[in-house]
T-cell receptor, first 115, second 118 residues
């Protein structure tokens, strides 16, 4: 079975600063995909970024980057130049290659951006 | 371009009542899922359907049934609602958008159904 752990229930960051949200995972599957989603107060799930276990480079999407350390089984999300609109819940999720099509989610981190 | 549509958006049930949550996607995705999200927690998989005609249990299936009516629609039924089923329910669908040794999946989520059982 796979497991995703997000150890930071809540975090504050000053507007315009960078912030790192932690995610560690556990799976016996050598092939897997890692995802980050944002859930604002309105409740929808917004896809942010994807990292494949075979990818040699860390994924980047605009202000989002993924600090992927395969040996440590961590996939931390880095948000640069935080904005007030970044205040939301953030979820790390994983899909092992050989365990069906479903995503397994971590418990989430609530990020609050201070003006 | 609706994506994944869930109905209803809000529902209050009395303990013991039954109801069906509806989900439809217009993206021709093969796989569909039902998740629940309890306050302050991540999403947990209830049931999923890898393709039309198949359904499988997820992490928390007790108290629920599902029907994959056709490729578009995947419904979740609570036969006898309990207060422990108070939650936000998300339907999702997925497709493979890049094949290879590690296929890359894209997931689309509905906007959720907020269910309260009193």
């Amino acid at each position: 079975a796979q497991k995703i752990t997000q150890t930071q229930p809540g975090m504050f960051v000053q507007e315009k600063e960078a912030v790192t949200l932690d995610c560690t995972y556990d799976t016996s599957d050598p092939s897997y995909g890692l995802f980050w989603y944002k859930q604002p107060s309105s409740g929808e799930m917004i896809f942010l970024i994807y990292q494949g276990s075979y990818d040699q480079q860390n994924a980047t999407e605009g202000r989002y980057s993924l600090n992927f350390q395969k040996a440590r089984k961590s996939a931390n999300l880095v948000i640069s130049a935080s904005q007030l609109g970044d205040s939301a819940m953030y979820f790390c999720a994983m899909k092992p290659n050989n365990a069906g099509n479903m995503l397994t989610f971590g418990g989430g981190t609530r990020l609050m951006v201070k003006p | 371009n609706a994506g994944v549509t869930q109905t209803p958006k809000f529902q209050v049930l009395k303990t013991g009542q039954s109801m069906t949550l509806q989900c439809a996607q217009d993206m021709n995705h093969n796989s569909m899922y039902w998740y629940r999200q309890d306050p302050g927690m991540g999403l947990r998989l209830i049931y999923y359907s890898a393709s039309e005609g198949t359904t499988d249990k997820g992490e928390v299936p007790n108290g629920y049934n599902v029907s994959r009516l056709n490729k578009r629609e995947f419904s979740l039924r609570l036969e006898s609602a309990a207060p422990s089923q108070t939650s936000v329910y998300f339907c999702a669908s997925s497709e493979v958008f890049a094949d290879g040794p590690l296929p890359i999946y894209g997931y689309t989520f509905g906007s959720g159904t907020r269910l309260t059982v009193v």
